[in-house]
């Protein structure tokens, strides 16, 4: 069951059935509310009409998803951006006929990652798109989107779900959804109470895996820091945080570097 966001649901839904959908969409707004999810379920409900995030294992035949683990496996040496590799597959995916659905759904997540160069190599989707085409970009920074291509998408905002609708306090989408972001936010608590004796291999470990992210890691940071007790210490980590979050998103920043001095 999907949770929030009912009027962006229902009229993506309405669009969807009158064949009224746009060509090309963003949905931006805070990380962790959603907006993957809702883009997946509208993939999903094009195809097998029905409104839901698909399974695990659940392949849809006429929808890809594009992230950064993708750009990966294309070129093992990307580190945290989306390039034109990535986007040159995209073009050969919208460009056929969809087998199961009136729509052959892209989605690019974290879009934010794409490079200038990928993202002028997308400009020409946007100018010209095929007509059996959906193309969801998601983001939590739209100020990173060329105006070029923005001007050309529909802009859907996603805001925090209320807790009311998630029925469990204090909980984000993604903390009561994702298990796996739960476990980082346990990581980020861990993180917060190194000593400096501990602290470096700590770290070392934590950036080991291949698909360690500073800025999904730095989210569950925020989150930590935000919940209990403040106090002007904790305040201040929390706004370098912020800052160190902005710019893991503009720059290609070096994780261990960034980590050990951000609790000096």
């Known amino acids: 069951m999907i949770v929030g966001h009912k009027e962006i649901i229902k009229d993506l839904k309405t669009l969807a059935k009158n064949g009224n959908l746009s060509h090309g969409y963003i949905f931006y707004g805070p990380s962790m509310v959603g907006k993957k ?20 294992g659940e392949v849809l035949q006429d929808t890809k998803l594009v992230d950064l683990a993708y750009a990966k496996s294309l070129d093992p040496n990307v580190k945290d951006s989306i390039g034109i590799d990535a986007v040159r597959e995209i073009k050969n995916f919208l460009w056929q006929k969809p087998n199961a659905s009136p729509r052959r759904a892209l989605i690019i997540d974290d879009a934010e990652l794409l490079t200038t160069e990928a993202q002028n190599a997308l400009l020409k989707l946007t100018e010209e798109p095929p ?3 959906l ?16 001007s050309r998408m529909q802009k859907v905002y996603f805001g925090p779900v209320k807790e009311a609708e998630l029925g469990k306090p204090g909980l984000t989408w993604r903390m009561a959804h994702d298990q796996a972001f739960t476990e980082s936010l346990e990581t980020a608590d861990k993180f917060l109470k190194t000593t400096a004796a501990t602290r470096k291999d700590f770290i070392k470990k934590l950036i080991e895996p291949d698909d360690f992210t500073l800025r999904i890691f730095l989210d569950a940071v925020i989150i930590i820091l935000a919940k209990g007790k403040p106090s002007k210490a904790k305040a201040a980590l929390w706004h370098r945080t912020l800052a160190l979050q902005e710019n893991a998103t503009n720059f290609g920043l070096n994780p261990r570097l960034q980590l050990e001095a951000l609790l000096v």
């Open 135 to 150: 193309l969801i970009l998601i983001t939590a920074d739209m100020e990173s989107i060329l105006p070029t291509i923005a």
């Open 37 to 56: 999810t809702i883009a997946l379920a509208l993939a999903r409900f094009l195809e097998k009409g029905e409104f839901e995030q698909p399974a695990e």
């Open 131 to 133: 007509v059996s085409s």
